[in-house]
Structures are given as structure tokens and as C-alpha cells.
């Protein structure tokens, strides 16, 4: 205890040395430690009033638990100062009833130490202010405070008692004495102090003249039902009117909250004891001892179940208040409907903004009344459907139709929840209207870039059709020859055939890769191989490479190098770095151009593609923003070709970079995850 307080000791110093404290903030805890003087000694005279004659038996001995309340309500550097202005009104107290100078400061460390033990427990486990409004701190509490406290101050207060030959009974019997007294004391005065101390606004409506007239009744009822089940009855009496209390009770934890249960279990135990005290109720019957103990199991009995129920209903209630305002004020549209049937039960302003509906209009009906999703009746059920087998749902792109017809891009995720017994629906929707325009506008820039990289080809690709169309034109104007000669050489015919097959096939292959990369279309992922990707580009842009004389070379690796992609996109990727690469060579010698793309396999996790050059390379201030929009080291460049070239590598879950050759030149690599067909297929 010694290290302890000295803890206390350090912090309540060093918070309230020169400037270290606001004075307001230290006017209220001295006016805090008055309260707790005068708190102490109220309560000290109190369990002076309470015991049972002729025998001195305290019920329960209220100064510890409200010593305990007072450290619960205060900072953890103001306790010293609330033990010492406790200790003059300990001291008060108990020379007014004539107890010795050496049980009295036994007394005052017994009662101290149960709640330094209380309070230390519980603020170490709850940050904060404790307050009963959860099933957590409410266990919390009654577990340190009211029982492990009590607990283990009883041993020191026995011992105490048994040292000083001060008092009756063996050691064993006054520690019981003792415990029980000072659990239910615990239980009984802490939460109804804390809770009216620690929230003093309480909620709007217990502000309510009609909540101040609702507890005035509750109240009266329970004083009355009180009176004659614990003053009026006898022992002998109907068990069942010793019960009566009990629907006032439930009435408060319903209605009026903690602070309204724990003043209803506190008046409960003043009129229980209060009655016993002198002769009356149903625990009068037996020796003081005997109604102590009577008294004290049922008063804790009560207690814990309905401190338990009320920070259960608090904490519903919170979560309720909670849901509520995240429900009104998100930036999302949501809607609760009847899994049943799919009613409507409510919907936040949002989604009557989006939608353009007034709430009179939609409660009570479903969505598919208002013919709000678009889709095909089969497929209407759907979200209900994977609900009812309480799966989420989580971003399903759809669209919804507006009160005025209008089509909106939205994204669904669907939750089932239960509200009051009821299984419900709780369904997000999120306009993406600005995001698909977004995207359209990539599309574009992307179909811009690629209908560019085809212009900058235009004579390659017009090079590229010519050869093939002149020898069909050739081998055309040689079979018309040989078909004029007396007897046509058949075999020379037919191999004449074969070439103009093949050069026409050629030049198809060649329009066919050409109107891929003009068409503007969406996103295709299938299972392509690299290495096959990368020679379509390579034979693409051989015809311009040996017009810029550059030499290109193909280092292909002989593992599997398939991914899962659209092949246009990657293929616009490719050639725009083959092209860059180019660029970059224009100003180097031609004997020392060099141009290399490779595939590797890295891991056995990705297929890596790169591209080499042999020019000036990237200067390293530039390096980090390469990638960036509208950035670009070309003199009459835009900055767009390396930035759709990141957009279309992260759309497909790869990454992109480059980096100079220690030789010279620049490398731009960019690595795809290899395709995994079990995964896909799952």
C-alpha cells in the first residue's frame, strides 16, 4: 500500500504545483473534497442510525462506498486530497459515538483501503468514468467494487478489531459481519451516487415535465408497494406480497435509466432496514444477527440482477442512439425494410434525396413497388435471397431509377440485422455516378492514347499492309500469265494460291490487331500469355523500329508466363513503352542503339515484362514523378502515355516502375500476378 500511495501522492504534487492547474479547475476539486467531508460524515452517521439493537449490528456502513464513489468521480491525483479531507469527518464521526483513538485510525485505513482497491481495479480496467451503462463496466464494478474490496479490506478490519480487544465475536464472525455490511453498501450507494454525479444533464427527456410526472408516480408506487411489503407484513404473511416492489423496479430500469434503478434499489434498502430496524417487515422475526444477514442477501440479491438489466437496456439504448444518427447523417442512402416482405420501415434523408421521394410516399411500401432497381424480375430477389441466408452483401453494382425515370450507377451492400425480435434489412446505397464518369473519362484518355500510338505507326502499319497487298498483286498478275500458256502448270498455280492466302491472312492479322487497338470498348480479362502478347507488339512495331534504326531483340523466357488481363490494354502498355524507348534513342549514334524486351517469371508469384534502351536515360530528380499526370521529359509530349500505362498495371493488381541502367539507358518493367485458374474459378 506503502508504493501505492505514494503513486497517488506524486501525481495529486505534481498536478497541482504552480501553474500546473487551471483555477477553475482547482476551486472544483476543493470544492470536491468538501462534498466528500460532508458526504463522509452524513454517511457515517447514517450507519450509526441503521444498526440493530441492543447489539450495535451495522447493516451496512455507508462512508466506505461513498469514499469509493468520491475516488470514482474525481482524478486519479486528486484522491490524496480526498482522503484527507475525508479523515476530519472519520474522526468527527466517530468520536461522537465514542469509539477508541486507536480503532478510530484502524477504522479510517480499513475504510480507506476498500476503496483504493475498488477504485484503483476499476479505473486501471475502464478508461474513463465509470459509468453504468454497460454490461462490461457494470461487471467490472460489481466484481472490485462490491465484492473484491470489501473482500479484502473485511480481513484488515477484522484484524483490527481482534488487535485492539475492542468488540464481540470471534475473527471469523466479524469479517462476515463486515463483508456483507460492505458489499452491500458497495452495491447499493456507489451506482446511485456515480450515476447521479457523473452525468448531471441525464437525458432530454427526463427534462420532460411529463418524465418528472412519470417518475413522481413510479416513485409514490414504489414507496407504497415498499411500505407493505417491508414494513406492513409480517413474517407469517402472503410471500407473494413480499414481491410487490418489483414491477417498480422493472418500471425504472425500463423507463427512467440507471440513475432512476439504482435511487429505486437505495430507497429499497433504506426502507427495508429502516423497518427491521424497529420491529417491523418480514425480517424482524429472527436475532439482530440473524435479520442482519436476512436483510443483507436479499437487498444484494436484488441488486446485482437489476444493475445487470438496466446497463443491458442502456446499452441497447446507446447503440440504438448510436445507429440512429450514423443512419441520419451518413453520406450514404440507407434503407431498412421487412426481410419477410420487404416493407419499408424507414430511410435517411439521403436516399430521399437521391431517389427524389417524399418519406410518406416509400414507408410501407417496397422498393420494387417503386420499381427502384432495375433489373429482371427473376433477378429481383436477389439481395433477399443471400440475406435470408444471412450472407452479406457487399458492393454489387447495379443501378436504381429515380422517382422521374431517371437511371443512377450505384453500388449495393446489404446487411440483415434484427430490430426489436423483427429480421431486417439494412441496404447502402452509394451513387457512383461522379466515379463511373470518371471512368468513362479514363476510357477516353486510354482510347485517345492508344488511337495517338497508332498515328505515330501510320507509316509502319501502312509499310506493313503494303508488302502483303503487293504480293498478292504480284503473284496475282503471275497466275494470270501462266492461265494464258496452252496447258496452266496446275502445281505452280496452287503454290500461287497458298502465297496469296497467306499474304492476304497477313495483312488481315495486321488490320485485325490495328482495329483492336482502336475500338473503344471495356475492360476484357481473360487468361493470355505474355509471351505471346509481347510478340503481337513486337511484330507491330518491327517495321517503325528498323525505320528508326533500331535494333530490336526479344529475350523470352521458357517458363509459363500466363496472366489473367485484357489484352488490349497490356498491349497498349507494351507499345508505348517500345515506342518511348525509341524516342529516348533518337539523339544516340545508331550503332549504339539498342533495344531489348524480355519476360521473366519472378517467384513463381508474377510474370515481369520490361523494356531496355540504350539512351540518355531518366534524370534521377524526374525519376519519382515519371508516372505522374501531365508530367513528361519529352519536349512536345503530353504526360498521359506513362499515366494510362500505371492506371491500366493497377487496374489489374500489378506495378509499374523504372529505373536507369548502370550502362546507360533506362528500364521500365511492370509485373502482372500469374494467373491462377482454381482461384478464378472459385
Given at each position: 500500500m506503502a508504493s501505492v500511495a505514494s503513486k497517488f501522492l506524486w501525481a495529486g504534487h505534481s498536478a497541482v504545483g504552480a501553474e500546473a492547474r487551471p483555477p477553475v479547475l482547482q476551486r472544483r476539486t476543493v470544492f470536491a473534497a468538501l462534498l466528500a467531508c460532508v458526504g463522509y460524515y452524513v454517511g457515517s452517521q447514517i450507519g450509526f442510525a441503521l444498526t440493530f439493537r441492543p447489539h450495535p449490528v451495522s447493516v451496512l456502513w455507508p462512508p466506505n462506498s461513498i469514499l469509493l464513489a468520491v475516488l470514482l468521480l474525481t482524478p486519479v491525483r486528486a484522491w490524496w486530497l480526498m482522503l484527507l479531507a475525508a479523515f476530519p469527518a472519520h474522526v468527527v464521526a466517530q468520536v461522537q459515538s465514542h469509539i477508541p483513538t486507536p480503532m478510530i485510525l484502524c477504522y479510517f485505513i480499513s475504510n480507506s483501503c476498500e476503496a483504493l482497491i475498488g477504485a484503483g481495479c476499476i479505473r486501471y480496467l475502464i478508461a474513463g468514468q465509470i459509468r453504468f451503462d454497460s454490461l462490461r463496466s457494470t461487471a467490472i464494478f460489481c466484481f472490485f467494487g462490491g465484492l473484491v474490496g470489501p473482500f479484502l479490506s473485511s480481513f484488515l478490519d477484522a484484524g483490527f478489531v481482534q488487535l485492539n480487544h475492542w468488540g464481540a465475536g470471534s475473527y471469523w464472525e466479524i469479517w462476515r459481519i463486515r463483508l456483507f455490511s460492505n458489499i452491500l453498501t458497495a452495491l447499493t450507494f456507489v451506482p446511485a451516487i456515480v450515476t447521479w454525479f457523473a452525468n448531471r444533464q441525464g437525458r432530454a427527456k427526463y427534462r420532460k415535465r411529463s418524465a418528472y410526472l412519470e417518475a413522481a408516480l413510479l416513485f409514490a408506487g414504489l414507496a407504497a408497494a415498499s411500505y407493505v411489503s417491508l414494513y406492513k407484513q409480517a413474517a407469517s404473511a402472503d410471500p407473494a406480497l413480499f414481491y410487490a416492489p418489483l414491477p417498480f423496479l422493472l418500471w425504472a430500469a425500463l423507463r427512467l435509466g440507471s440513475r432512476g434503478t439504482t435511487t429505486a434499489i437505495l430507497l429499497i434498502t433504506f426502507l427495508a432496514i429502516w423497518s427491521t430496524a424497529h420491529g417491523h417487515g418480514p425480517f424482524a422475526a429472527d436475532s439482530p444477527e440473524e435479520n442482519a444477514r436476512s436483510i443483507q442477501l436479499f437487498l444484494v440479491v436484488m441488486a446485482i440482477p437489476f444493475l445487470f438489466l438496466v446497463?443491458?437496456?442502456?446499452?441497447?439504448?446507446?447503440?440504438?442512439?448510436?445507429?440512429?444518427?450514423?443512419?441520419?447523417?451518413?453520406?450514404?442512402?440507407?434503407?431498412i425494410s421487412?426481410?419477410?416482405?420487404?416493407?419499408?420501415?424507414?430511410?435517411?434523408?439521403?436516399?430521399?434525396?437521391m431517389l427524389g421521394y417524399q418519406r410518406d410516399e416509400v414507408i410501407g411500401r417496397t422498393v420494387f413497388d417503386l420499381n427502384i432497381y432495375h433489373q429482371s424480375p427473376e433477378d429481383r430477389p436477389f439481395l433477399i435471397a443471400q440475406i435470408a441466408q444471412d450472407e452479406s452483401v457487399r458492393d454489387v453494382e447495379s443501378s436504381i431509377r429515380t422517382k422521374e425515370g431517371n437511371m443512377r450507377p450505384v453500388l449495393l451492400s446489404a446487411e440483415r440485422v434484427?430490430?426489436?425480435?423483427?429480421?431486417?434489412?439494412?441496404?447502402?446505397?452509394?451513387?457512383?455516378?461522379?466515379?463511373?464518369?470518371?471512368?468513362?473519362?479514363?476510357?477516353?484518355?486510354?482510347?485517345?492514347?492508344?488511337?495517338?500510338?497508332?498515328?505515330?505507326?501510320?507509316?509502319?502499319?501502312?509499310?506493313?499492309i503494303n508488302q502483303p497487298l503487293g504480293a498478292i498483286l504480284s503473284n496475282a498478275d503471275a497466275a494470270e500469265l501462266l492461265l494464258e500458256s496452252d496447258s496452266p502448270p496446275l502445281d505452280e498455280l496452287r503454290t500461287i494460291l497458298t502465297d496469296i492466302r497467306n499474304d492476304d491472312m497477313r495483312a488481315s492479322e495486321t488490320i485485325r490487331h490495328i482495329r483492336m487497338l482502336t475500338r473503344k470498348r471495356e475492360m476484357q480479362l481473360e487468361p493470355l500469355e505474355m509471351n505471346e502478347v509481347a510478340f503481337e507488339v513486337v511484330r507491330l512495331v518491327a517495321t517503325e523500329a528498323r525505320r528508326r534504326q533500331v535494333p530490336l531483340r526479344m529475350e523470352f523466357t521458357d517458363a509459363a508466363t500466363q496472366v489473367f488481363a485484357d489484352r488490349v490494354h497490356v498491349q497498349q502498355v507494351l507499345m508505348n513503352l517500345l515506342l518511348?524507348?525509341?524516342?529516348?534513342?533518337?539523339?544516340?549514334?545508331?550503332?549504339?542503339?539498342?533495344?531489348?524486351?524480355?519476360t521473366n517469371v519472378n517467384g513463381g508469384d508474377t510474370v515481369e515484362t520490361s523494356v531496355t534502351d540504350s539512351g540518355r536515360g531518366i534524370p534521377p530528380e524526374k525519376l519519382p514523378r515519371l508516372f505522374e499526370s501531365f508530367f513528361t521529359t519529352k519536349e512536345n509530349g503530353m504526360g498521359l502515355g506513362l499515366a494510362i500505362a500505371r492506371s491500366i498495371i493497377d487496374a489489374h493488381h500489378g506495378r509499374i516502375f523504372a529505373e536507369n541502367n548502370p550502362e546507360g539507358g533506362a528500364t521500365f518493367r511492370f509485373d502482372l500476378p500469374i494467373h491462377n485458374p482454381e482461384v478464378v474459378s472459385t
Amino acid at each position: 500500500m506503502a508504493s501505492v500511495a505514494s503513486k497517488f501522492l506524486w501525481a495529486g504534487h505534481s498536478a497541482v504545483g504552480a501553474e500546473a492547474r487551471p483555477p477553475v479547475l482547482q476551486r472544483r476539486t476543493v470544492f470536491a473534497a468538501l462534498l466528500a467531508c460532508v458526504g463522509y460524515y452524513v454517511g457515517s452517521q447514517i450507519g450509526f442510525a441503521l444498526t440493530f439493537r441492543p447489539h450495535p449490528v451495522s447493516v451496512l456502513w455507508p462512508p466506505n462506498s461513498i469514499l469509493l464513489a468520491v475516488l470514482l468521480l474525481t482524478p486519479v491525483r486528486a484522491w490524496w486530497l480526498m482522503l484527507l479531507a475525508a479523515f476530519p469527518a472519520h474522526v468527527v464521526a466517530q468520536v461522537q459515538s465514542h469509539i477508541p483513538t486507536p480503532m478510530i485510525l484502524c477504522y479510517f485505513i480499513s475504510n480507506s483501503c476498500e476503496a483504493l482497491i475498488g477504485a484503483g481495479c476499476i479505473r486501471y480496467l475502464i478508461a474513463g468514468q465509470i459509468r453504468f451503462d454497460s454490461l462490461r463496466s457494470t461487471a467490472i464494478f460489481c466484481f472490485f467494487g462490491g465484492l473484491v474490496g470489501p473482500f479484502l479490506s473485511s480481513f484488515l478490519d477484522a484484524g483490527f478489531v481482534q488487535l485492539n480487544h475492542w468488540g464481540a465475536g470471534s475473527y471469523w464472525e466479524i469479517w462476515r459481519i463486515r463483508l456483507f455490511s460492505n458489499i452491500l453498501t458497495a452495491l447499493t450507494f456507489v451506482p446511485a451516487i456515480v450515476t447521479w454525479f457523473a452525468n448531471r444533464q441525464g437525458r432530454a427527456k427526463y427534462r420532460k415535465r411529463s418524465a418528472y410526472l412519470e417518475a413522481a408516480l413510479l416513485f409514490a408506487g414504489l414507496a407504497a408497494a415498499s411500505y407493505v411489503s417491508l414494513y406492513k407484513q409480517a413474517a407469517s404473511a402472503d410471500p407473494a406480497l413480499f414481491y410487490a416492489p418489483l414491477p417498480f423496479l422493472l418500471w425504472a430500469a425500463l423507463r427512467l435509466g440507471s440513475r432512476g434503478t439504482t435511487t429505486a434499489i437505495l430507497l429499497i434498502t433504506f426502507l427495508a432496514i429502516w423497518s427491521t430496524a424497529h420491529g417491523h417487515g418480514p425480517f424482524a422475526a429472527d436475532s439482530p444477527e440473524e435479520n442482519a444477514r436476512s436483510i443483507q442477501l436479499f437487498l444484494v440479491v436484488m441488486a446485482i440482477p437489476f444493475l445487470f438489466l438496466v446497463a443491458g437496456i442502456e446499452e441497447r439504448q446507446t447503440a440504438e442512439e448510436r445507429f440512429t444518427k450514423a443512419f441520419r447523417a451518413s453520406p450514404d442512402a440507407i434503407s431498412i425494410s421487412r426481410l419477410s416482405d420487404g416493407i419499408l420501415l424507414d430511410v435517411n434523408e439521403h436516399w430521399l434525396q437521391m431517389l427524389g421521394y417524399q418519406r410518406d410516399e416509400v414507408i410501407g411500401r417496397t422498393v420494387f413497388d417503386l420499381n427502384i432497381y432495375h433489373q429482371s424480375p427473376e433477378d429481383r430477389p436477389f439481395l433477399i435471397a443471400q440475406i435470408a441466408q444471412d450472407e452479406s452483401v457487399r458492393d454489387v453494382e447495379s443501378s436504381i431509377r429515380t422517382k422521374e425515370g431517371n437511371m443512377r450507377p450505384v453500388l449495393l451492400s446489404a446487411e440483415r440485422v434484427d430490430l426489436s425480435g423483427d429480421p431486417c434489412t439494412i441496404i447502402i446505397t452509394r451513387d457512383i455516378t461522379d466515379r463511373k464518369q470518371a471512368e468513362e473519362a479514363t476510357r477516353n484518355l486510354a482510347h485517345a492514347s492508344r488511337l495517338a500510338v497508332v498515328g505515330e505507326l501510320t507509316a509502319s502499319i501502312a509499310h506493313e499492309i503494303n508488302q502483303p497487298l503487293g504480293a498478292i498483286l504480284s503473284n496475282a498478275d503471275a497466275a494470270e500469265l501462266l492461265l494464258e500458256s496452252d496447258s496452266p502448270p496446275l502445281d505452280e498455280l496452287r503454290t500461287i494460291l497458298t502465297d496469296i492466302r497467306n499474304d492476304d491472312m497477313r495483312a488481315s492479322e495486321t488490320i485485325r490487331h490495328i482495329r483492336m487497338l482502336t475500338r473503344k470498348r471495356e475492360m476484357q480479362l481473360e487468361p493470355l500469355e505474355m509471351n505471346e502478347v509481347a510478340f503481337e507488339v513486337v511484330r507491330l512495331v518491327a517495321t517503325e523500329a528498323r525505320r528508326r534504326q533500331v535494333p530490336l531483340r526479344m529475350e523470352f523466357t521458357d517458363a509459363a508466363t500466363q496472366v489473367f488481363a485484357d489484352r488490349v490494354h497490356v498491349q497498349q502498355v507494351l507499345m508505348n513503352l517500345l515506342l518511348n524507348a525509341m524516342d529516348a534513342m533518337a539523339d544516340t549514334p545508331a550503332a549504339e542503339r539498342r533495344l531489348f524486351i524480355r519476360t521473366n517469371v519472378n517467384g513463381g508469384d508474377t510474370v515481369e515484362t520490361s523494356v531496355t534502351d540504350s539512351g540518355r536515360g531518366i534524370p534521377p530528380e524526374k525519376l519519382p514523378r515519371l508516372f505522374e499526370s501531365f508530367f513528361t521529359t519529352k519536349e512536345n509530349g503530353m504526360g498521359l502515355g506513362l499515366a494510362i500505362a500505371r492506371s491500366i498495371i493497377d487496374a489489374h493488381h500489378g506495378r509499374i516502375f523504372a529505373e536507369n541502367n548502370p550502362e546507360g539507358g533506362a528500364t521500365f518493367r511492370f509485373d502482372l500476378p500469374i494467373h491462377n485458374p482454381e482461384v478464378v474459378s472459385t
